[in-house]
């Protein structure tokens, strides 16, 4: 696997093919934030459901 320890699995993976690193950064960082989210809220639903 090659890049930046940073680049998560996700949608943006074009950080080594000359997109603005930052911008792409960006983009991995909100993915990430994105999908954690999404993983605490279902979490809390099967908490309710049990």
């Given at each position: 696997?090659?890049?930046?320890?940073?680049?998560?699995?996700?949608?943006?993976?074009?950080y080594?093919?000359?997109?603005?690193?930052?911008?792409?950064?960006?983009?991995?960082?909100?993915?990430?934030?994105?999908?954690?989210?999404?993983?605490?809220?279902?979490?809390?639903?099967?908490?309710?459901?049990?």
């Amino acid at each position: 696997e090659e890049g930046d320890a940073w680049v998560v699995e996700g949608p943006v993976r074009e950080y080594q093919t000359g997109k603005n690193a930052v911008q792409v950064k960006a983009e991995n960082v909100q993915w990430a934030q994105a999908a954690d989210q999404r993983r605490r809220e279902s979490e809390q639903t099967s908490e309710e459901v049990e």
